[in-house]
C-alpha cells in the first residue's frame, strides 16, 4: 500500500484544522518569559539545581528504571512523599509523572461505577478525560458556581443516584486566572457526603501559608483529594496527589496509570523536595510576585482596558482565533514571548494572549510588553 495511502486521513485532519487556524506547531522559548508556569523562578534555581547535583554525585539515579511496584520504588520518591504530606497538612502523598496522568489517574481510578463526577465546565481537560474514560456519571456545571454543583448532585439523586459524588475544581483555573469558590464547593460536599477534588496546579507555591495553596485549610479532611503540580512554580517535573491514606493506598493497588508507569525520575523527586524547601524559606519570592502582580494589573488596565484578573494568569480575550495568533507573533517579533490559547483549549470565541506573570522578569518588562500591547491594540492588529 502506498504510504500516502495510508496517511492520507491524517493530512486530511490536519488539513482541517489548519483552515480552521487550529494547526499547532512546537517553538522554542524566545524572548522575555512572559508564557511559562516557572512562577516563582525556580527552574533555573541554583539551589535546586545544587540539590539536584548533590544527589547525582551521591549515586542517585536518573531514571528509576521500573514502576513504583517493582524496582522503581527509589529513597527519593518515599522522602518526597514524606515531606510533602507533612508540608501541605495531608495524610499521605503519592508521587506520579506529570500532572494531566495524575489527574486522569485519580479520576479513573476513585470515582466508582455508582458514583457521579461533577466537573466545572473550565476545569482542565485532564479532568474531563479521566471522568469520560472512568465508570462513574458525568456531568458538568457550570463555572465557579456552587448551586449548579448542588443542583446536578440533587437531580441525579432524584434519578435514583445511589453512589458518592465527586466535585472536581480547579482553586486557579489555568486560562482566566479566577478562583474557585472553594469554601462554597466544600459546604456543598459535606451536605451531601461527597468528595472534593482540588487541582492546585497554578496555586500550588504561591498561595496560603508557605505557598501551600488555596485548599490548605480543606488538607487533612476524609473527603478532600488535592493535586499539587512540581512542573510549575515548583520548578520541577511530576505531581504529587494529597489525602487520606487510605486513598493513597488503594491508588497504589488500583490504579492502572500508577501501577504500570515506569516510576518519576529520583532527580526529580529531589528537585521538587528542594523546592518545598524555598517555599518555607524564601518566603520573598510570593512577595515579589505578588508586588509583579498589583503593577502588571494596574498597567494593563490602564494603557490596555484589561481587566485585573487578580493574580499570575492575566487573560486577554482577543475573540478570533486569526487575531489572536497575529497578535502573540507581534508580540514575540519585538521580543516578549507571550501566547496564544485558541478553541478547543478555551471556549468558541474567547480566544485570547494567556500572559503569564514570572519571577523572570522586572517591571520595566511587564511596562514595556504593556506599551507594546497598547500600540499593537491601537492600529487594530
Known sequence: MRGSAVLERYQTSLSGLARRNRLRGLSGPEGIDFA?????????????ADAVALALAAGTPVGAAGSRLLRGNDPEHEALEAKAAHFFGAERALFFGGGYVASFAVLTTLPQKSDLVVLDELVHASAHE???????????????????VDNAIRAWRARGGAGRAWIVAESLYSMDGDRAPLAELIEVADRHEAFLFVDEAHATGIYGPDGRGLAHDLEGRDNVVVLHTCGKALGASGALVTGPAVIRDYLVNRCRPFIYATAPSPLMAVAASEALNILRDEPERRERLAGLVAFAGEKLQSRCGIKPSGSQIVPVIVGDSRRAMALATALQGRGFDVRGIRPPTVPEGTARLRVSLTLNVEKVDIADMGEALAELKRINL
Not at 511559562?36 to 535546586?48: F, P, T
Not at 479521566?130 to 449548579?148: F, L
Open 36 to 48: 511559562s508556569n516557572d512562577y516563582l523562578g525556580l527552574a533555573r534555581s541554583k539551589r535546586v
Open 130 to 148: 479521566g471522568a469520560r474514560a472512568g465508570r462513574a456519571e458525568v456531568v458538568q456545571a457550570a463555572h465557579n458556581d456552587a448551586d449548579a
